[in-house]
Nanobody, 126 residues
């Protein structure tokens, strides 16, 4: 099991930027894909972005492609989500998640992930 703690959320105006961080502890971090999901009020949790264990491959939801960038630092056991050109529709609680299976590509469904952080709120005002 891995423990995940997100940070970096906040209130930003439309068009602004934020950088989320997710610090991991526990099992071997560098063997697992990591992802970001988000959940807006009254909506289901949705996939945002995923990065493989080495950081060489990434995959994004169409809604964030070109605006968000996922990255990771295996030495510091942290995964990041850089968000630019933010829109009010990006308002949600953002969750970091760790894949259940080592060296598994490409996980995008919530069921693929066995460990979740507590979430960090991102609010984009118009």
């Amino acid at each position: 099991q891995v423990q995940l703690v997100e940070s970096g959320g906040g209130l930003v105006q439309a068009g602004g930027s934020l950088r989320l961080s997710c610090a991991a502890s526990g099992r071997t971090f560098s063997s697992y894909a990591m992802a970001w999901f988000r959940q807006a009020p009254g909506k289901e949790r949705e996939f945002v972005a995923v990065i493989d264990w080495s950081g060489s491959n990434t995959y994004y939801a169409d809604s964030v492609k070109g605006r968000f960038t996922i990255s990771r630092g295996n030495a510091e056991k942290t995964v990041y989500l850089e968000m630019h050109s933010l829109k009010p529709l990006d308002t949600a609680v953002y969750y970091c998640a760790a894949d259940r299976i080592r060296y598994h590509w490409v996980p995008t469904g919530p069921g693929d992930f066995g460990s979740w952080g507590q979430g960090t709120q991102v609010t984009v005002s118009s």
